[in-house]
């Protein structure tokens, strides 16, 4: 079956602006989370969705916002960028409180 | 949050020798999973393993929820093995904490 699907895979920023990124989960799976990863702050929880229904939330800024949609897909978004939001996003897929599986992830570049 | 810490930090090893990784969490948890980070970034789930003992292959692990620990082993370890290696556990949510992670590099 097909795996999680994030896009895109590569995504260079100017500081200031904004980005949406993308995130298809495994079928049948309702919830969706993302993470932020950093060589200083390594893999860090930005929020969950299960059912179109933010569930959880990192420590994160309010620039970081998210959704989830009636199919399961997931975007994320980050307006005014600074160039410490340079990072790989991860998202992961999974049902209910089971094994979760991540995507390949989006390298943003803020420059 | 919840605290979770893995050993060793760094580790290198010859081709064809043993490890074990270990990873301690700080409270009681519904789900422990083991990842390898490959080199494009992409978490590959290795185990998910909130209990008992798994094997897969040349990889099993064990986690001891009363204790709070899990622990990785590579057997006869292989220079495709090399990456780095995270432990992540959930208690409510899908909410994962994830550790520091396990640099290995295997050397012919």
């Known amino acids: 079956k097909a795996g999680v699907t994030q896009t895109p895979r590569y995504l260079i920023k100017t500081r200031g602006q904004q980005v949406t990124l993308s995130c298809s989960p495994i079928s049948g799976h309702r919830s969706v989370s993302w993470y932020q990863q950093t060589p200083g702050q390594g893999l860090q929880f930005l929020f969950e969705y299960f059912s179109e229904t933010q569930r959880n939330k990192g420590n994160f800024p309010g620039r970081f916002s998210g959704r989830q949609f009636s199919n399961s897909r997931s975007e994320m978004n980050v307006s005014t960028l600074e160039l410490g939001d340079s990072a790989l996003y991860l998202c992961?897929?999974?049902?209910?409180?089971?094994?979760?599986?991540f995507g390949q992830g989006t390298r943003l570049t803020v420059v | 949050g919840i605290q979770v810490e893995q050993s060793p930090p760094d580790l290198i090893l010859q081709e064809g020798a043993n490890s074990t990784l270990r990873c301690n969490f700080s409270d009681s948890v519904n789900n422990l999973q083991w990842f390898h980070q490959n080199p494009w970034g992409q978490l590959i789930n290795l185990f998910y393993i909130p209990s008992g003992t798994k094997q897969n292959g040349r990889l099993s692990a064990t986690t001891v929820a009363t204790e709070r620990y899990s622990l990785l082993y590579i057997s006869s370890s292989q220079t495709t093995d090399s990456g780095v290696y995270f432990c992540?556990?959930?208690?409510?949510?899908?909410?994962?904490?994830f550790g520091t992670g396990t640099s290995l590099t295997v050397i012919p």
């Open positions: 992961a897929s999974s049902k209910a409180e089971s094994e979760a599986f």
């Open positions: 992540a556990v959930e208690k409510v949510g899908n909410q994962f904490y």
